[in-house]
């Protein structure tokens, strides 16, 4: 079967109409209605009734474009990887990537700009939330990766050390308030968060 059968009835399917699906097509109306009447000799059934008001699909015609939609997005998507292939860049698509919190919005912005430099085609979402919310994500596999501290609180995730940083606690005078003892931060009970305060991520496309 010649493909441009394919997609001459998947036109004349979505769009309902000859005028409409030949336009679409950039033939001319006779020419198209020529090409269904020798697919359905092909297929030996009836794929449209034409009505004055239009084309409505068989029973026929409504299963062959459920057949026809794989084959469809098949060549489609071999289209795009030739295209990506000869262009050089053969690494497409979406990459969704979680973000606790601002302490690593510098770090991921070089990240990024490297990313896209080297990978122009695929189009990166960033998620901002908490820093367990994200974990969450990409174990139920919303996100793809996300950036977070370690340990991590969930089993089966695989970690890489990305980079370290360094945090400083603030006061005032030692004269104007009382003094601490040192301690191991470690052993520090981890304050609780009511989970009823969180808010939406907010989803931020990055081009």
Do not use: W
């Not at 770090?107 to 990166?124: A, C, Q, S, T």
């Not at 908490?130 to 089966?156: C, K, N």
């Not at 606690?169 to 601490?180: A, C, E, Y």
């Amino acid at each position: 079967m010649d493909i441009r059968l394919i997609h001459y009835f998947m036109s004349v399917y979505e769009e309902r109409s000859f005028a409409k699906a030949a336009e679409r097509m950039h033939v001319v109306r006779s020419a198209l209605s020529m090409q269904i009447r020798n697919l359905e000799d092909e297929l030996g059934t009836v794929v449209f009734d034409r009505t004055k008001r239009g084309v409505e699909p068989t029973v026929a015609g409504r299963r062959f474009y459920e057949l026809c939609q794989p084959i469809a997005r098949t060549l489609a998507f071999a289209k795009q990887e030739m295209s990506d292939l000869v262009q050089g860049n053969s690494v497409s698509g979406s990459l969704r990537v979680g973000l606790p919190s601002a302490t690593c919005q510098g770090v991921l912005g070089e990240i990024l700009d490297e990313f896209m430099g080297l990978y122009p085609n695929v189009d990166v979402t960033v998620v901002e939330a908490y820093s367990r919310y994200v974990t969450e994500q990409v174990q139920s596999g919303f996100l793809d990766v996300a950036l977070g501290a370690l340990p991590l609180e969930h089993s089966g995730l695989a970690c890489r050390p990305g980079f370290q940083d360094h945090f400083a606690l603030i006061s005032g005078q030692p004269i104007n308030g009382p003094q601490f003892t040192p301690c191991d931060l470690s052993t520090m009970r981890e304050p609780q968060v009511d989970s009823s305060l969180r808010t939406p991520p907010d989803g931020r496309h990055v081009a």
